[in-house]
């Protein structure tokens, strides 16, 4: 069977169509997630970007990643060259044993102590699951990403830090907002692109996970009492690697039904850098079986037992280089064309959909219609910046589709220590 067959017989290859109807779709369902249904969270962070606060004020930002606790103290008062007056980066508390949330809130007011007593006002970045509540602080749901903390379920995140600060003699009357990194994102790019005029801004994450952030009125969070009828704007988390809309092949239904929780995060595990490995090593076995390789080639990708993201992409790097691909197909050239083509199908889709959840963001908030006043989408994570064959197709589709058809205009931005500096906005909003 010929690559071309293998890819739209199982769903691989999205059209101009496709992708216009999955922008629509993906609208209506944040439409529902706002109601309270669906598949899209819709997460209020109960923060009004357009609110400008006292920046003159130093503010102790707190990142808690899954890898890394960062805590620093950060003065916004130049925006065009925010100062990081003081930061430790530590191995995330509960990755080197198992820690009660006792002793987790202890060990991080320990962190802060030498800080505590600098500014009146904390941002927290949380990267775990979490209830943001209309005080904003957060009601912690569990602890992931291999971190071992127990007994933290329910508990809130800026109580019990202010209670073991409290503990320690500690100052502890400070004000704490917590916040999600996708929103430490957005507001990295509010605070963190040199003055520059935007007419609104978005975050987006496509690392290992994805998710996407955007302003929304808050009249239209229709779950949310708090917000519902309320004049102003919040900033939404809308988890959209939970989106369950979008085209999926027999492949990605398959390959879901491997996994822990089939049937969840299904926008994510089509996309996001912790699933492109596992999934790119089903559609390599598939291809292998329908005779879209060499018996030889296809042998060995019959005996391969695990390939990662980072092989794959650099395969896509140097197709004649030193990797494990390379090295399969040896001198076949059908073989290493037929190979190419897979990859750089899987990150065709990859982009398509990336475009897709923009697309549907900049049509929800009905900015960015001049080309001089874009709405900047402030991206992080290591496959929108490392994978080679992702970025200029996302360009592509952004350009024929959300510019040229949409007549909608963004623009990409990296902010250095964005997370940092978001968290730091957020605690000061």
Known sequence: MKMADFLKNHGLCLSMR???????????????GLSGQGSLKMLPAYIDPSVKPDFSKKVIAIDAG??????????LADLANPAIEYFENYPMLGTQGVLTADEFF???????????????NIGFCFSFPAQILPNRDA????FTKEVKITGAEGRLVGEGLLAA??????PCNQSVTVINDTVAALLGGVTGTGGRVFDDFAGLILGTGTNTCYVEQNARVKKDPALAGTTGKTLVNLESGGYSGAPRG??????????EAPGEQMFEKMISGAYQGPLMLCLLKAAAKEGCFSANLAEKIAGMSAISGKEIDRFADFPYGDNTLAAYIGGDENDREAVYTLIDAFYDRVAVLI?????ALLIRMGAGKNPWKPV?????GTTFYMAKLFRPKLDYYMRTYVRDKLGLYCEFVKVDNSTIFGTAAAGLL
């Not at 009601?139 to 569990?142: L, T």
């Not at 027999?250 to 996994?259: C, K, M, P, S, V």
């Open 18 to 32: 496709q992708l216009e109807e999955g922008t629509q779709k993906f609208l209506e369902e944040m439409g529902r």
């Open 106 to 120: 202890s060990r991080l007011a320990d962190k802060i102590a030498p800080i505590a007593d600098k500014a009146e």
């Open 355 to 359: 475009t897709m959840n923009i697309a």
């Open 165 to 170: 600060l409290k503990a320690k003699d500690l």
């Open 139 to 142: 009601k912690i749901i569990q």
């Open 66 to 75: 899954g890898t890394n606790l960062r805590i620093a103290l950060v003065c």
């Open 376 to 380: 900047c989408v402030c991206a992080e």
């Open 250 to 259: 027999d492949i990605d239904i398959a390959f879901d039904n491997t996994l």
